[in-house]
Structure formats: C-alpha cells, structure tokens
C-alpha cells in the first residue's frame, strides 16, 4: 500500500520505517528540512535501537523516502497518518496547531480518496475537528473528494519503539467510515496475522483509550512513588513491597517502579491535558491532579536526599550525576527528572559533573553553558573527587559499576540510587552510604 507519515519524529518515523519494513511504500514528510537533511544521508536524528537498521534497508530497497515536499508526501499515500507533536499549551490542554496544520495541508491538496490517520496524541473530538479543517479546505477550492478520518493511537515507549511497533499489545482503531476500516485491516494484517490485535471502535473512544492507558501507567508510578516515601519513614523496603503485590496477577509487576519521578514526551503533557480536558467538562480527576503533583514532588526527592545529608547550602560541593536522558535507550530529554534535579542543585551551589551514554548532545542543547555545570565523557570521569554519585538514569552500564574504583573516585563514598539499582545490603558489606527510594531499614 502507498503510506504517508507527516512528522517524522518518534512516533512518525518508526510508524514510516516499520510499514515500509512490511512492504508498503512510504514516504515520510517533515517540515522540519534538519531532519529530512539527516535521513536522506542515511543517518536518523535521534537514538532509538535497532531504527537505523529498519530506516538503512527500506531506504536501499526503495520503498522508504523523506521529503519536505507536501504536493509530493500528499499525494503518494492513500493512508495518511498525522504523527505531529501535541505539546502541552500553557493551560495544560493539548495544543493541537500542528495536527490542524497537517489535515489543512492534506485537504489543500488531495485528489482521491484518502485515509487521513491521526497517530498523535490527542484530546476526544480532535477527529471531528481534522474532518472539519479538511472539508474546508476542500470548500475552498471548490472540489468535492471523499475521505476517511481514523483515530490509531500509538502505544510505543522510547527506548523499545521498534519492537513496540512491530510486537503491538494492540491495534486500536477508531473508525466511522467502512472503507477506512477495511484499508486499516489491510495495512495492519501482518501485524495481527497470528492474533488479532486489532480493536475497532467509535472515534471518541479510540481518542480516550490512548489518554487512559498513560493515565493508569503514571498513576501507578505516583502511587508506588508515594508509597515508597512512606516506606522510608516507616522502615520497610518499597522493592519487597513491589515484589510482594506484583505477584497478585490482578496486579502485575510492570510500572510499579519507585524512582526520581517520571519524564518523557507523554505521561507528564497527556496527564495533564486529561485533567485540564476533564475540568472542562466539570468532571474533576481528583485521583489523576494527585498523580502530577506527586510526580512534580517525586522529581525533587533524590534533592531533598542530598540537602538532608549535606545541608542546603550546598556551595563547594561536588556532585556526579550518571543519566540524563528521561529513561535509558533514548536520547530524548523531555521532562526528564535530570532536567529538575540540575537546576536544583545548581541553584543551591553546588558544582555537577554529569555523564549519559546516549543523551549529552541533547542535554548540552537543552542545558545550554551553565556556570558550574561540566560534562564528562565517562562514566568514571564524572566521579573524580565529587562527594557523593546520584544515580538518575538506569542505563545498563551503571547496573554493576566497579563499586571499588567509585569508592576511590568520590570524596566518600556516598551514593543517591534514584532507580534503586543497587541493594542496600550489598552498599552496607561494601562500605558504601546508600540512599535509595524508599528503601526504609527494616526493623529500625
Ligand atoms: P516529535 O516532536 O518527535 O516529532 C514531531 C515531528 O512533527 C517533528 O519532526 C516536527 O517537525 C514535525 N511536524 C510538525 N508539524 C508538521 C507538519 N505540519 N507537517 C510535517 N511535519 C510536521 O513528536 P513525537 O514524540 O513523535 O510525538 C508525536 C505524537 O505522538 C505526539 O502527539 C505524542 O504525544 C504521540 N506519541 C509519542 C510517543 C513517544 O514515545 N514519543 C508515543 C506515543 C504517542
Ligand atoms: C510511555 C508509554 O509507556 C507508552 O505506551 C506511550 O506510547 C508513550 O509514553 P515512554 O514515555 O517512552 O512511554 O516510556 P516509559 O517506559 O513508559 O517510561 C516513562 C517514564 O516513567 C520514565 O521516566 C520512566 O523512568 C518512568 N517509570 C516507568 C518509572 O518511574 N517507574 C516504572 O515502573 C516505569
């Protein structure tokens, strides 16, 4: 089939990447020509595993492409999938400028029929909106062509988008219109070959399905995040306590994991725009307000461990700092608990030294030159003579560091673990001062 990805970012060029991978032709647009520069050298703009493989074959096969060109992009694809950001407007609703702008682009040129796909975020009634944009465009310049407009979420996590895409948990699409349906089956049966993963539904439903999913992910990582603070001060251990109700299968052991809070593109802007969407409606989510506020708390934790420890004025102190990206196996820096932790402890005096695999060009972006703020290009190196290590981001490599040679490097030997990465026990044998989440001593 012909496919059009509009937005190649995250989500638009692992959808483009991974429909071309089955086959399909496609051709990815971004108005954005750094971006389009990057692919068409063969290179992506951000770090996701195992995508340049994917984007490398299907290029040299010939059915991938990237353009800026819209006649071109709007043309090619009977599926049209809309994979712009949503960011959050100032009131916390989604800001859906360039999700209009893309279904504007489409009724300004369109031809034939075409399946326009919202793959974005977005806000319940966001279709009936793209509808509107395109058949006012088409008013305008007096033609009459038929369309489709779909809602198919995307469920994909950074870090794992590849596998994610083409190992779906589900397909969800919401659809009023039977020919869409029927292209939609067609373009994701070999994804649904040996299961059918596929749920069609109305519309709305599929636009709210993509915001409860990230709803119940952050609440139950707000909830462990408070439950974890409880813990500390009432001498029990929130990784037991983790293990011992994820065993309930009513329950499960994913996204219970107490940590510096959580960041990324989506829980922190969709969790907001459900609650400014439902304010709208007069349906307060009371439970949800609580899980952004515990989560704007949590992002201060590993800082308020450092302040108990070394006081609040923390000049002339020295800190190294292992992660920045929001999560490990990304890049990407959006609302990552790095970001607070930073600022805080710059802010207070103190001197940092921070190290990420992937993300230092980005954060070097975002952070921009800040007196006393250095980057070091090891691991290691970001270890020297600084008095403790707060650990933010899990990236394998800090899973089983040297814990002698970090003991030698730090001032003492003092570690803020902010993924609980490490067992307290094994700290204590190695002489090492650990402060982990929720990590309370048991029998205090
Ligand atoms: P992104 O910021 O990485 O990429 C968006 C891209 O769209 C940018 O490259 C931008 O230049 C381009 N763009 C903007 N307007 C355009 C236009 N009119 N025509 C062509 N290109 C245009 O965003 P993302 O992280 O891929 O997220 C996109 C959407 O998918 C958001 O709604 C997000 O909530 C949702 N989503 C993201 C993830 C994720 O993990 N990042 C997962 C699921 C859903
Ligand atoms: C999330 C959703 O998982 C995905 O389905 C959706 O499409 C986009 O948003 P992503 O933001 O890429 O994906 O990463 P995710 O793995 O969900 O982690 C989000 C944040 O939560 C990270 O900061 C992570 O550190 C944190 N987290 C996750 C926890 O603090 N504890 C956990 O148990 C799990």
């Avoid at 779909?150 to 397909?171: C, Q, T, Y």
């Avoid at 539904?201 to 992910?217: G, W």
């Avoid at 009432?234 to 510096?260: H, K």
């Avoid at 409606?281 to 992002?299: C, H, M, W």
Wanted: hydrophobic fraction near 40%.
């Amino acid at each position: 089939m012909k496919v059009t990805a509009i937005g190649t970012g995250y989500v638009g060029l692992v959808t483009g990447a991974c429909l071309a991978e089955m086959g399909n032709h496609v051709v990815c647009l971004d108005v954005n020509p750094e971006k389009i520069r990057i692919l068409n050298e063969g290179e992506i703009p951000i770090h996701e595993p195992g995508l340049l493989e994917v984007v490398r074959r299907n290029v040299e096969a010939g059915r991938l492409q990237f353009t800026t060109n819209v006649d071109m992009a709007v043309q090619h694809g009977t599926i049209l999938f809309i994979g712009v950001g949503t960011p959050p407007d100032e009131d916390g609703s989604a800001d859906l400028q360039y999700v209009i702008a893309a279904a504007r682009s489409i009724g300004q040129r369109m031809t034939d029929y075409k399946v326009i796909v919202d793959k974005s975020t977005v806000p319940v009634g966001t279709a009936d909106k793209v509808k509107a944009a395109i058949d006012e465009e088409l008013a305008k310049r007096g033609v009459e062509v038929q369309f489709g407009v779909v809602s198919n979420p995307e469920f994909l996590k950074e870090g794992a988008a590849v596998e994610d895409f083409m190992k779906p948990d589900r397909i969800i699409v919401g659809s009023d219109d039977e020919q869409a349906t029927l292209l939609m089956r067609a373009l994701y049966s070999p994804f649904t070959r040996n299961h059918d993963r596929m749920q069609v539904m109305d519309l709305r439903s599929a636009e709210f399905t993509k915001y409860a999913a990230n709803a119940m992910l952050a609440t139950r990582i707000s909830f462990m995040n408070e439950l974890a603070l409880l813990a500390e001060k009432v001498g029990a251990d929130i990784e037991l306590v983790r293990r011992g109700i994820g065993s309930d299968p009513r329950i499960g052991y994913s996204f219970l994991y107490a940590g510096a809070g959580y960041g990324g593109s989506c829980f922190p802007k969709d969790v907001k725009a459900l609650v400014r969407a439902a304010q709208d409606e007069g349906i307060p989510l009371r439970v949800l307000t609580a899980v952004e506020e515990a989560n704007e708390r949590q992002k201060r934790v590993l800082v308020d461990k450092v302040v108990t420890r070394f006081g609040a004025d923390l000049t002339g102190r020295r800190f190294a700092l292992w992660g920045l990206a929001f999560k490990p196996n990304t890049d990407d820096m959006r609302e990552a608990p790095a970001l607070v932790i930073v600022e805080e402890l710059l802010s207070r005096g103190a001197t940092l030294s921070a190290y990420d695999p992937v993300a230092m060009t980005e954060a070097k972006r975002i952070l921009g030159e800040r007196p006393g703020l250095s980057f070091a290009d090891k691991a290691d190196a970001a270890l020297e003579g600084a008095d403790a290590l707060l650990l933010v981001t899990e990236w394998k490599e800090f899973k089983s560091p040297d814990f002698d040679g970090i003991k030698a490097a730090l001032k003492q030997p003092v570690v803020f673990d902010g993924r609980n990465q490490y067992e307290p026990s094994l700290m204590k044998a190695l002489g090492i001062e650990h402060h982990g989440i929720g990590r309370g001593t048991p029998g205090r």
